[in-house]
């Protein structure tokens, strides 16, 4: 059912995504309504971008946020999924409209919002036009550094919560700590994995389109992915 059949819900959503840089894990994107009036309360509560936030801390945020707060949605998109849609999409813009159209419609679903707010990822049409497919309309803002935005940055918190959860899960599958982020760290992690269990491992726990692929494979001495 479209948001425009009733009153718009004073308040807004907000969106952000958590694992986009990060070669292993997830992409999840995150979409939270934040009521009219409730941004002093979300500072207080420790509200800001998910990067100038302790993992520990970010995960303490996140579950007081759940409890407090009836609307909000995360959508993991796990590698292997995250690796199909690449191979149809090739493009991060569009993977990333996909997620954050698919957070808002989630929220939607609860709570007739009127306005929601992301980050500039991309060129605005992706987004609105995933949220038309489903028959949605509703006043999307796409701004720089929207994570000065409560409603923005409590969804980057819970983004990020959700990455990190996956990311300690994908790490005791296959038996070794897959760092975060895209260093040579990371790298050295990922040809250690290869060699353990061959290539094909990580189609399972990294996404694979990085650049990175390429020199793991090398240092591994495998020629591509199976």
């Known amino acids: 059912m479209a948001a425009g059949l009733f009153p718009a819900e004073p308040g807004r959503i907000g969106t952000d995504e958590s694992g986009k840089g990060d070669y292993f894990g997830p992409l999840v994107v995150a979409a939270f309504f934040m009521p009219e009036g409730q941004e002093d309360v979300l500072r207080e509560l420790g509200v800001r971008d998910s990067k100038r936030i302790t993992d520990a801390r970010c995960r303490e945020i996140a579950e007081t946020l759940k409890r407090g707060y ?3 949605s995360v959508v993991t998109v796990g590698p292997e999924k995250y690796n199909e849609l690449w191979a149809k999409l090739r493009n991060l813009n569009r993977l990333l409209a996909w997620g954050h159209a698919r957070a808002i419609e989630n929220v939607l679903e609860r709570v007739p919002a009127g306005k929601a707010v992301t980050d500039q990822f991309g060129d605005e049409r992706f987004v609105r036009q995933a949220l038309l497919q489903k028959g949605r309309e509703i006043e999307l803002v796409q701004m720089p550094r929207a994570e000065e935005d409560p409603a923005v940055a409590a969804a980057s918190i819970l983004a990020r919560a959700e990455f990190l959860t996956r990311l300690h899960y994908l790490s005791r599958d296959v038996g070794l700590e897959l760092p975060k982020g ?35 494979l090398a240092a591994a001495g495998v020629a591509k992915l199976v």
């Open 182 to 216: 895209a260093s040579d760290l990371v790298e050295t992690a990922a040809v250690k994995l290869v060699r353990a269990k061959g290539p094909d491992v990580l189609d399972k726990v990294a996404k694979t389109h990085f650049k990175t692929t390429v020199r793991v």
């Open 70 to 72: 009836r609307f909000h």
